[in-house]
């Protein structure tokens, strides 16, 4: 299940969660908490769900469908975080892999800052694991990220907050991007080619997607952020250009081995 915002240009949010729920052959069902009026440069307008008719579509799916897995994305306002941290604690779905999403590729905001320690407080101790990059770590952890070390000093400090597991998404730096996971326990570098292209809208759903639909099928923490890393790399088509800004993935590029 993915519980986040519609993106109208189909490059992020709801729309490319489940293409990358396709991808690797699980069933995915969705709780919109917000449309945007969106394409590959711009967010023009934002309207958010209210909290119980995001509640009922939760409800609705879960006595119904169910879910092995629950990909957090945007959230936009405090009572969305409020109902879905309500929501999480009191169906306990196991799996919760979260994505503080906070500004567009573009650079528009998608999570309003006077509810950011809402997500510190109430959202991020009931994550199996979460997924910043640079800029999200840097608002969640008041820590400048410049180098390795700074890197994970930051992801140490979201454990800190509640998490079980975190990988912060390392495309921000300069040369070859290295994603660091950690669980309290085992540190590991993730480490991937750069691809220079502006094809990337889209890049940190589509990896906590890939990460939540690998835990759905039963595969561990390490083995399901390995190949969400593997996968957003593969998918990241400098010839699948689609409008004139920040081109969303080719989330089909090739039939994924799962």
């Known amino acids: 299940m993915t519980i986040a915002g519609s993106d109208s240009g189909g490059g992020a949010g709801i ?6 729920f396709a991808a690797f052959g699980v069933y995915g069902t969705s709780v919109i908490t917000a449309l945007t009026a969106q394409n590959t440069y711009s967010v023009n307008a934002i309207q958010a769900m209210e909290p119980q008719l995001i509640i009922s579509q939760y409800e609705t799916v879960l006595e119904d ?5 629950v990909k957090i994305g945007m959230l936009f306002n405090a009572e969305i975080v409020e109902a879905v941290a309500t929501m999480m604690k009191k169906t306990n779905p196991g799996n919760i892999v979260l994505d503080p ?3 567009s590729k573009s650079g528009d905001n998608l999570l309003r800052r ?27 952890t008041g ?20 998490a079980q597991s975190v990988i912060m998404k390392g495309g921000h730096m300069e040369g070859d991007p290295i994603d660091y996971f950690f669980d309290g326990e085992n ?4 480490v991937s080619k750069r691809i220079e292209t502006k094809n990337t809208h889209g890049t940190g759903c589509t990896f906590s997607s890939a990460v939540a639909a690998n835990l759905a099928l039963g595969k561990d923490l390490e083995a399901s952020t390995r190949i969400a890393q593997s996968y957003v790399h593969d998918s990241i088509d400098p010839g699948f250009s689609i409008g004139s800004g920040h081109g969303p ?8 081995d799962m």
């Open 15 to 20: 729309q490319a969660d489940l293409k990358t």
């Open 101 to 103: 999403v906070m500004i």
């Open 65 to 69: 469908i169910g879910t092995d897995a």
């Open 143 to 162: 820590i400048q990220v410049l180098d390795k070390r700074s890197m994970e000093k930051a992801a140490h400090y979201i454990l800190d907050m509640g």
């Open 187 to 190: 540190s590991i570098e993730l």
């Open 114 to 140: 006077d509810c950011v320690d809402v997500l510190r407080s109430l959202l991020i101790p009931l994550a199996t694991i979460v997924t910043p990059n640079i800029p999200e770590a840097e608002e969640l």
């Open 249 to 256: 993935l080719n989330h089909f590029s090739k039939f994924w």
